[in-house]
């Protein structure tokens, strides 16, 4: 596999599809098999459909010079992504954590974008497929490149970084995401701190929240630059922060004010912020990027419909993003509040119990009223007077159907398998 000829085909294209759905005219198709399909048999519809080349990895669909036959495509998509990383040679800042990286990624990019021309990943696309695809998206007029790295077992964020070299990281957290594949919160932990093993390694610069214990440890070795709420020795010193829904952050002479909800944001906010800095990005500047972010696609939404305040945030969930969701609803000033909380997935072995530990969390909780959908919340159900459980999504639709909820503030969290945004459809 000659991948410097397969990048100078790469160059002649406008993008990288391994969809035939989303084929754009001038493209590169790479034919990956998946569980179910084999798109080497995708190859004539991509160029049908206006693909100037096709990789593929089967003999048998050769079709002409614009074919290009590998021994594996996957591993071209990959190989041909770190060649072109290379190839370019801009900065890349690399993020990675158990929770916050979307949001993360976004504010970085709307901050940066002020003095910069930045690329960064789009939606979720952040495991061995998708980080490819990301850098595949840079080009020459790139100034810096973003790259959100997802993962739910050991080594994943090594070969990320392997492919990325980012010069610059970030770890949101260490949480209780995707227990089941990396074996515990120790394993979390290992995990992601894969990417301070490569910062550390290839002498390259870290961004450090020192309120986060775990990551003031993990990277006393490496070349940082942090930031604090009231901390003296950090780079950035933020002033405070508070969230009455939204988060508001004093900083210097400024105070910003945003459209995201909840004290577990005020993090990701000073993250963006932080970086907007080491890059030179003027405190102005930075202001206006973040209060014009604008939280979409269930996360920490705030929505109204009819007489109720909404804070829909039911993209994902897992026992640390759930708990300080909870945590910051509780401390709201709203009255007459409801919780709608959905089962947590990918917990293995510490599902039941993890269940247990949200469920007991609002055992004081006596003013709110809280719904518990799913069937691991249902199996740690309890009698209490205003908590309701429902093993099923459509047992706690059939109950809404004959209940009005007016004139509350509620949230609604869960893991992405609830699809908890259902529950609009009935308020």
Do not use: W
């Amino acid at each position: 596999m000659d991948i410097a000829y397969i990048h100078s085909l790469f160059l002649k294209c406008n993008s990288v599809s391994i969809d035939t759905r989303k084929i754009e005219s001038k493209s590169l198709f790479v034919a990956i098999k998946g569980e179910n399909f084999d798109a080497n048999t995708f190859a004539k519809d991509a160029l049908e459909k206006g693909a100037s080349y096709v990789i593929i990895d089967d003999k048998d669909y050769l079709i002409d010079q614009r074919t290009i036959l590998v021994e594996n495509s996957l591993i071209a998509l990959q190989e041909l992504a770190k060649f072109h990383r290379q190839y370019l040679k801009l900065p890349i800042i690399a993020l990675t954590g158990s929770n916050g990286k979307t949001t993360t990624k976004e504010l970085i990019n709307v901050v940066l974008s002020k003095k910069y021309k930045t690329k960064a990943t789009v939606g979720n696309l952040n495991n061995h497929i998708g980080v490819p695809l990301t850098l595949l998206s840079f080009n020459s007029e790139t100034e810096i490149g973003i790259v959100e790295m997802g993962a739910n077992h050991k080594k994943e964020i090594e070969f990320l970084c392997e492919l990325a070299k980012p010069d610059y990281g970030y770890i949101t957290n260490f949480g209780k995401a995707h227990l089941e594949g990396f074996g515990g919160v120790e394993g979390v932990i290992i995990g992601k701190s894969e990417m301070y093993n490569y910062l550390s390694q290839n002498d390259k610069l870290a961004f450090i929240n020192l309120e986060d214990k775990i990551q003031v440890e993990k990277s006393k070795s490496l070349k940082s630059y942090s930031f604090g709420i009231k901390k003296e020795n950090a780079n950035v010193n933020i002033n405070s922060i508070a969230a009455n829904p939204f988060v508001e952050i004093h900083f210097s002479n400024l105070i910003i004010q945003t459209h995201l909800i909840g004290l577990y944001n005020a993090n990701n906010i000073n993250a963006a912020l932080t970086i907007g800095k080491y890059f030179g990005v003027e405190d102005i500047a930075i202001k206006e990027a973040l209060e014009s972010y604008i939280p979409e696609n269930n996360r920490s939404q705030l929505i109204s419909k009819g007489t109720n305040q909404i804070i829909l945030d039911a993209y994902n969930a897992n026992p640390s993003s759930m708990a300080v969701a909870i945590e910051n609803f509780v401390q709201l000033d709203n009255l007459n509040k409801i919780m709608i909380l959905g089962d947590m997935f990918e917990l293995g072995k510490e599902s039941q119990n993890e269940h247990k530990v949200i469920v007991n969390l609002l055992l004081d909780e006596n003013e709110v009223v809280c719904y518990f959908i799913g069937k691991e919340f249902y199996n740690n159900r309890i009698d209490k007077t205003n908590f309701h459980f429902y093993e099923t999504f459509d047992a706690f639709s059939d109950y809404l159907k004959d209940t009005k909820i007016e004139n509350s503030s509620i949230l609604i969290k869960g893991s992405r398998g609830m699809a908890l945004e259902r529950t609009l459809n009935f308020l």
